[in-house]
């Protein structure tokens, strides 16, 4: 069994930078992980994945360039460095994992078997 615990967001000005962290629990360090979010009213929507050995990443459209995901697996530790924020990056972030042994990105959300509660990140104009 996985538990995913985030930490890191809070109140920032458009244009400032947060970093959001992800312990994990239990053995991830074979599987890949990621980062989703809620905006308010709407949807969960994929923003960044990265592979079990942190060889390969993925990022929504919205947030290339901008966003930075990394991992620690001695440390159990997954990362999402957010740069340049913007008002509509207001949202709750939630880390997830797929299950063991499935170590590619994915953008679904139902392919990703554990789930942190999330974290509020605000971003006023």
């Keep these: 069994q996985v538990q995913l615990v985030e930490s890191g967001g809070g109140l920032v000005q458009a244009g400032g930078s947060l970093r959001l962290s992800c312990a994990a629990s239990g053995r991830t360090d074979s599987t890949a992980m990621g980062w989703f979010r809620q905006p308010p009213g709407k949807e969960r929507e994929f923003v960044a994945a990265i592979s079990r050995n942190?060889?390969?990443?993925?990022?929504?459209?919205?947030?290339?360039?901008?966003?930075?995901?990394?991992?620690?697996?001695?440390?159990?530790?997954?990362?999402?460095?957010?740069?340049?924020?913007?008002?509509?990056?207001?949202?709750?972030?939630?880390?997830?994992?797929?299950?063991?042994?499935?170590?590619?990105?994915?953008?679904?959300?139902?392919e990703y078997a554990y789930w942190g509660q999330g974290t509020q990140v605000t971003v006023s104009s």
């Design 54 to 110: 942190g060889g390969s990443t993925a990022y929504a459209d919205s947030v290339k360039g901008r966003f930075t995901v990394s991992r620690d697996n001695a440390k159990n530790m997954v990362y999402l460095q957010m740069n340049s924020l913007k008002p509509e990056d207001t949202a709750v972030y939630l880390c997830t994992a797929r299950a063991a042994l499935y170590s590619a990105t994915s953008y679904n959300a139902y």
